[in-house]
């Protein structure tokens, strides 16, 4: 930046401040209404962004309710508890069943007869086992002919079928112990049976002695493979687990007990729990999103002050479509439930929601149908086009999404301005002290003038 050396020896002035001074006087009122434009679109930015949010949240609230499958929830009980476990889909219709549990499904356990050791030598040969039609061919030699090494062989042998050899130290009923091998399968039902055959390297496969001991006729059954056996309404099912699946169409039943002589009553009804916790969910979204506005968009008279967004179309056309789609009436619904206020959902003086969960529930009891055509038909459901509405205001590409990148745009423009002013007021500032550097060149010259003159009126006054 150009300036004299010493800028006012000339003219006596203290140049730097007046610059200064006038400079900032020049640059003062345009800095003011840049400050001024930014601050005004920083509160619009953060008020839209809220209101962005918050729409977010509130589809958060519709999730559930323009679901099909809330309204067709249903409840399922027993007369009789620790029998079984119940569990109803959507899909299941209401109704009351008479069931029997007769017998449970169970696993095999099998043991051997008690040995010394882990270390005793059981014998050689060849151990087969049969599980239903497959087998399986276990080679018992040298290496593995105790009843750890057989344990292990069994481990390996027959893993991938769920069924596991461990090696118990038990009381021998003689004051003493021994140790037995207990055979256990994971898979219950009668087609999970498992039996043990042996071609014995002494010759006699059916003997207990040697590799024979392992033959299913030497074996301890401690649990039967069986199926679950039950009746309802009279008729016999069977399940080779306990867990029995759409028997009953769309009802998951667990059996934990059996006893022929209990009949049980099952009762499966609709359940209109998660619909009214759903609809009191949106009702409370709403009425949130309703709070985000919180002045926002309107006039306040007392303070003479205005809301951040009053005017902005994006949030009066927001607001506009929120309105309809509350009055919206399903004209091709035939019973009365066919609008919010009609099953219980009122609009206050503030904009809030009000929800009247009694009349809710008797909208659902006499047409649950019709209540839930409002909220979830294609197109036209409440909380469908609610759903639609706040999505497309808030995604990533939405409605207020382009409204705040336009928004940011005009705080990068004003960023542009303060630039140009800055520019502006550098060449002001040049332009002064160049003006004031003329200044201190002619006083300088007029004081050294007037000096001159001083000295010549001096010495004529003298002579």
């Known amino acids: 930046m150009a300036s004299i050396q010493s800028p006012g020896i000339g003219s006596g002035l203290d140049v730097n401040n007046i610059v200064e001074s006038l400079v900032e006087a020049e640059g003062a009122p345009a800095r003011q209404r840049l400050d001024s434009r930014e601050a005004r679109l920083q509160v619009q930015i953060s008020a839209l962004g809220a209101l962005k949010s918050a729409s977010s949240d509130f589809r958060s609230s519709l999730s559930s309710l323009k679901t099909t499958s809330t309204f067709n929830t249903r409840s399922i009980t027993a007369n009789e508890e620790g029998f079984v476990s119940l569990d109803a889909g959507t899909a299941s219709v209401p109704g009351s069943y008479r069931m029997k549990v007769l017998e449970l499904a169970q696993a095999q356990k099998s043991a051997t007869a008690g040995f010394a050791s882990e270390a005793v030598e059981v014998g050689t040969g060849t151990l087969t086992v049969a599980i239903g039609e497959k087998t399986i061919d276990i080679e018992v030699d040298e290496s593995n002919n105790n009843l750890s ?235 469908v086009q609610l759903d639609d509405l706040a999505y497309n205001y808030s995604r990533f590409d939405g409605v207020f999404t382009t409204r705040l990148d336009g928004l940011e745009a005009r705080v990068d423009d004003i960023a542009d301005d303060r630039i140009d002013l800055q520019t502006r007021l550098d060449a002001a500032e040049l332009r002064y002290r160049a003006q004031f550097e003329s200044l201190d060149q002619l006083m300088s010259t007029l004081t050294q003038t007037g000096s001159f003159l001083s000295q010549a009126f001096s010495s004529d006054s003298d002579g």
């Open 149 to 383: 090494g057989l344990r292990d062989a069994i481990n390996d042998a027959l893993a991938g079928e769920g069924i596991s050899a461990t090696l118990l130290n038990v009381d021998d009923g003689e004051g003493g112990t021994h140790t037995r091998m207990l055979i256990t399968s994971e898979k219950s039902g009668a087609d999970q049976a498992i039996t043990f055959s042996v071609e014995d390297a002494d010759g006699n496969n059916t003997d207990a002695t040697g590799l024979s001991a392992l033959a299913t006729e030497n074996l301890e059954v401690l649990s039967e493979a069986k199926d679950a056996i039950v009746e309802i309404e009279g008729l016999t099912v069977t399940s080779a687990t306990n867990k029995l699946e759409n028997v009953i169409d769309g009802v998951t039943i667990e059996l934990t007990k059996a006893d022929p002589d209990t009949e049980l009553e099952i009762t499966i009804a609709e359940d209109h729990t998660e619909v009214i916790e759903a609809v009191g969910a949106f009702v409370e979204g709403y009425n949130a999103l309703i709070a985000s506005f919180a002045g926002s968009d309107s006039y306040n008279s007392d303070s003479e002050q205005a809301g951040a967004l009053l005017g902005d179309a994006s949030v009066r056309s927001f607001k506009l479509s929120l309105s309809r789609i509350l009055g919206t009436i399903d004209r091709e619904a035939e019973s009365a439930f066919s609008s919010l206020p009609a099953i219980g959902i009122t609009t206050n003086e503030d904009g809030t929601l009000t929800l009247d969960n009694s009349k809710l529930e008797a909208g659902l009891n006499n047409n649950r149908e019709d209540v839930l055509n409002l909220f979830t038909r294609e197109d036209v459901g409440v909380a």
